[in-house]
């Protein structure tokens, strides 16, 4: 045992440099600071695929950037996540916009009247939805036949032009994006009926694309953003790849007690095969809007650091 750091910082201090006092003292603090020098470890580790799953209202949160961020500098070979997130980085591309729900803006059955769909504490108009079934046509035209997550969301990214998309990010910089639960989406539902069902998604070609990603890996490595299905399809395919996880982060607020994926810790993990028994992790019982904001801007200080 060591003794315990007395977290004593002041606005001088920079992101890089809390995180690693985080890792000194106690409770939540300490295992962001812990998920931060995991999240370091793993970038040096030139042998090990990295992936990212993103659940829940990531983009619709105001979290883009962030994400947008982490594939620009190298951290990310690969992503999984949900088709709200795509759906969302689409609509921010092409225009359209969220906004913040006040208090006393929350007011369900008025909000329908002004056609505001309400995510928690945020609003979507009902336009742009019609903006994306406009995107969704244009970009399938011309295109017909049966296609992976990755093949679909690749289609979408060629026609962004927005730097700050992720998915585009994602094309730029050769990582794929996985959604194989992208048919429960709007996105999914407006893809099989503006294109008439000319465009099918083969989820199960997901599983032998995934699994082939990290197959040549010699170790294999993750930031889960929430669980749901992009964390359990991340950890389905090292298992069945051979190559658990030899670094993982999951950020959530789920618990474990209801049995479900997105709460289980990630010791749980190690028994399915699913982490390497000697894996580093750690569970950060945090809010990702919270958490996601702190370990990225660290990594990014930390990289500057280490580049020049």
Known sequence: MKELGQLDVDCTVGYYELLKRFSQVGMV?????RAFSIMVSMFLDNDCHRLLGIAGAAVASGLRPLIT?????????????????????IIEAI????????????DDVKLAKKGIYRIYNIGIMGESYNMLEKFVDEAFETVSGIF???????????????????????????????????????LGSQ?????????????????SKLVDRV??????????????????????????????????????????EHGGLSGARLEEA????????????ANVCLDMSIALPLLVLAFEEWV???RS
């Not at 190690?270 to 992790?281: N, T």
């Open 29 to 33: 603090a300490r295992e962001l600071g």
């Open 270 to 281: 190690k028994s399915w095969g699913k982490v390497m028994v000697e894996g580093m992790i």
């Open 148 to 186: 992976s997550s990755p093949d679909i969301v690749k289609m979408l990214a060629s026609k962004i032009k927005d730097e700050g998309s992720f998915i585009k990010a994602s094309y730029d910089c050769g990582v794929e994006v996985f959604s194989p639960a992208l048919a429960d989406s709007i």
């Open 215 to 256: 197959w040549d890996s010699k170790r294999t490595g993750a930031i889960f953003l929430g669980g749901g299905t992009p964390k359990h399809f991340a950890m389905m395919a090292v298992n069945t790849a051979g190559r658990p996880l030899s670094y993982a982060i999951q950020i959530t607020t789920d618990r474990e």
């Open 191 to 207: 893809i099989r009926f503006r294109t008439g069902g000319k465009v099918r998604l083969d989820t199960l070609s997901d599983v």
């Open 95 to 106: 225009g359209g916009k969220h906004f913040v729900l006040e208090h006393d803006e929350i």
């Open 304 to 306: 500057r650091q280490k």
């Open 69 to 89: 961020k982490l594939i620009k500098l190298g951290f990310v070979n690969t992503v999984v996540t949900t088709g709200a997130n795509i759906t969302h980085d």
